[in-house]
């Protein structure tokens, strides 16, 4: 088992930025691909970014290209998303996920969510225009 508690979250004006954080306890010392989804009110829950375990392979959506970084701290067991040039349509709840892999799927990564074994609550972003 895993646990995720995503934070970073807030309001921000458009143009601004935020980092989230996601922290992994638990089972930590298996391999996960890593990714973060957002869902705004109406709307499917969407992958944004994700990074596979062995933090060769990423997969952004076009929307977040070139504005949006994923990144992983091993030691601290944490995964980030740097967010800038933010846009009203960046509001969303934000979800971290773990997908649980093995050494051979070590530069796998997905954007189904149903693919993914763990998620944390979410955090919220609102971005004011």
């Known amino acids: 088992q895993v646990q995720l508690v995503e934070s970073g979250g807030g309001l921000v004006q458009a143009g601004g930025s935020l980092r989230l954080s996601c922290a992994a306890s638990?089972?930590?010392?298996?391999?996960?691909?890593m990714a973060w989804f957002r869902q705004a009110p109406g709307k499917e829950r969407e992958c944004v970014t994700a990074l596979s375990w062995s933090g060769i392979t990423t997969f952004y959506a076009d929307s977040v290209k070139g504005r949006f970084t994923i990144s992983r701290d091993s030691a601290k067991n944490t995964v980030y998303l740097q967010m800038t040039s933010l846009e009203p349509d960046d509001t969303a709840l934000y979800y971290c996920?773990?997908?649980?892999?093995?050494?051979?799927?070590?530069?796998?990564?997905?954007?189904?969510?149903?693919?993914?074994?763990?998620w944390g609550q979410g955090t919220q972003v609102t971005v004011s225009s």
């Open positions: 996920a773990a997908l649980s892999v093995t050494l051979y799927d070590g530069d796998y990564v997905a954007h189904d969510p149903s693919e993914y074994d763990y």
């Open positions: 638990g089972r930590t010392n298996s391999g996960y691909a």
